[in-house]
């Protein structure tokens, strides 16, 4: 019998979260002890944990820091919150770089933007990451990334005479695993304001309302207090239909209480950031897609990061699996990496304000650069689509200068009707809508045959056998793919005609099918895994082993207490009953088992 399974992965019952963040009592006082957090952090906060005071914190966020601008040191960090938080040097000098804007037009006021910096290698491996639970459940584009940070910032630069500079210039930035842009941000206009006029005990106290909250549980819908002020939000599930906004309603009586209602945490206003180039949207959809190098070039740290935001997400549900920066400097760790000229441009979205990339990257095959967003109802001059010569221009003029040739014909109803939106004053929510579920419908259209071919890879049901291993996965075969799409392509769902065949050809050479391949055959071998378990569970087990031996019926025991162990660490797609059906037939085989045998298989993990 070939029962697979990993040997000694310890006890396989699932645990809830605050047990969970317990299990980890071993490592906390070290990771507090290397921080140098204050002493009270391991008192009881009163919700019966008695372990660590930022647990609940670290839920959502990994730190908060303030960013000022010292006349001889240039940015500095001058609080990390809470003090035990880590950052290495090399984090620290980004968050810096990154929490100011680095062009020259000024941003005089309040600004809000977004950015994303690699994390330092040989990181310990922090508490939160025991929540990673979580993480199962979410769509795939919103899954963490363990080798990144978000950080969301709120800078403000205001005139102040007392100052040598004769500016007032700080940031308040959360750093973050979580990519809920729109949430964060809004967390940050609830507080950032407060906190320039209060000072560091209005933020300790801010944080501690964060280490209230739940955990950011998928699919549920979370009351989240901060400073006076709650918010209703829902983070969004793997089982929700795409395209579909889980608008949490107000209920007039249990909700008087509720003051912002976040019908999203993740997106950005996609038509406002694609409405100076929306002749282009397609092209730019195809250029996402295929993971192309492109840089876009802005006048502020916020148009970049939210058209950067804005082109990742166009091609949702699918997941953006290269690199993408929505707002970076030349300052940034990556700088010489991304603008070196001795090899061609990696599959990344840079977002840009300093002029000096005109002339760095102008080697780059696709550059967006755009004018100042318009407010809602404004659409300015649209873009016109050029080829890479003069720089001269590319400094000055809005425009896409690619040599790109697109692979499919421009949809010229999405243009009218988006047109049409704008000469009748139609809001942006509703212009989002509509473009939102354009590029779904286009995604959809395009996965979908990809989707159905990999689905025939999978094994038939009836060749699983429970004693022997689960059958393997065929092969991709690119050939055996195209083949299928003259009577199953694209054509069935979409009314877009052109070179789908090239679009595909090229598609499967990126990074993005590469990322998405792997994630569809992982969870395929899971499901094996799955249908595997529930084959052994309709088997009559007690009466397998009156024909073995007794090693052999240990063996067996051994190796289907490492099954459930393999199906609770890997999340597998199993049916409650089934595991508990299998619990049960491990029960009755150690009992037919002579006494002594009984009682070491008992203490070998647990049933």
Request: aromatic share 10%; charged share 25%.
């Amino acid at each position: 019998m070939a029962l697979r399974g990993p040997a000694g992965l310890g006890p396989g019952s699932r645990r809830p979260l605050d047990e969970a963040v317990a299990g980890a009592e071993r490592e906390a006082p070290a990771l507090l002890a290397a921080g140098g957090a204050p002493e009270d952090d391991e008192e009881d906060d009163g919700r019966g944990r008695g372990l660590l005071r930022w647990d609940g914190f670290s839920a959502w966020l990994h730190c908060v820091c303030v960013v000022g601008f010292d006349l001889e040191l240039g940015q500095a960090v001058e609080v990390i919150y809470p003090q035990h938080s880590k950052l290495t040097d090399k984090e620290k000098t980004n968050i810096c770089y990154l929490s100011f804007p680095d062009s020259n037009s000024g941003c005089l006021g309040d600004t809000q933007f977004c950015f994303r910096f690699r994390q330092s290698s040989g990181r310990r491996v922090s508490l939160h990451c025991l929540l990673d639970q979580f993480d199962k459940d979410l769509p795939v584009y919103l899954k963490k990334d363990p080798a990144y940070f978000y950080g969301y910032v709120y800078f403000r630069q205001v005139r102040d005479k007392t100052l040598k500079r004769g500016y007032f210039q700080k940031s308040l930035v959360l750093i973050s695993k979580l990519p809920y842009i729109h949430f964060f941000h809004t967390v940050l206009k609830q507080i950032a304001p407060e906190y320039f006029e209060k000072s560091e005990p209005y933020l300790e106290a801010a944080c501690n309302d964060v280490d209230r909250w739940p955990a950011p549980v998928p699919g549920k819908t979370l009351h989240l207090p901060i400073m006076g002020v709650v918010m209703k939000v829902r983070i969004p599930t793997c089982h929700d239909k795409p395209g579909t906004t889980q608008i949490v309603q107000l209920t007039q009586q249990a909700d008087t209480n509720i003051s912002v209602i976040l019908p999203t945490v993740h997106e950005v206003d996609i038509f406002r950031c694609f409405c100076p180039v929306f002749l282009h949207s397609q092209m730019l959809w195809e250029l996402v897609l295929l993971g192309e190098p492109l840089v876009v070039m802005a006048p502020s740290p916020s148009e970049s990061s939210e058209t950067v935001l804005a082109l990742v997400n166009c091609i949702s549900p699918l997941k953006y699996f290269s690199d993408f920066r929505p707002y970076f400097t030349i300052h940034d760790s990556e700088f010489k990496e991304y603008t070196t000229r001795t090899q061609a441009p990696p599959s990344v979205i840079l977002g840009v304000t300093n002029p000096f990339f005109a002339k760095t990257l102008q080697h780059w095959p696709h550059i967006i650069r755009i004018g100042d967003l318009k407010p809602t109802g404004e659409i300015p001059k649209q873009a016109k689509v050029k080829k890479l010569k003069n720089l001269k221009t590319l400094d000055s003029k809005p425009g896409v200068y690619t040599s790109y040739k697109p692979y499919l014909n421009r949809d010229e109803e999405i243009i009218k009707q988006l047109q049409k939106g704008v000469q009748q004053k139609r809001p942006s929510e509703a212009q989002s809508v509509i473009l939102r579920r354009y590029f779904l419908e286009l995604t959809q259209s395009f996965i979908i045959p990809l989707e159905r071919y990999v689905a025939s890879l999978m094994p038939l049901q009836k060749s699983i056998s429970p004693w022997k291993s689960p059958p393997q996965l065929r092969q991709f075969l690119p050939e055996e793919f195209m083949k299928t799409l003259e009577k199953t392509g694209p054509q069935l769902t979409s009314r877009i005609k052109g070179d789908w065949i090239g679009l595909y050809r090229h598609f499967l050479k990126s990074p993005n099918f590469d990322g998405w391949f792997k994630t569809r055959r992982k969870e395929m071998i899971q499901k094996l895994e799955a249908l595997h378990l529930e084959a052994l569970c309709e088997e009559d087990l007690l009466l397998w082993i009156q024909k073995h031996t007794e090693v052999e019926t240990v063996d067996l025991v051994l190796k289907l207490k490492n099954k459930l162990l393999q199906a609770d660490r890997e999340h597998l797609p199993v049916k409650p009953d089934t595991m508990e059906k299998l619990r049960t037939h491990i029960d009755a085989i150690i009992l037919a088992l002579p006494e002594d045998l009984q009682g070491i298989l008992l203490k070998t993990g647990m049933t």
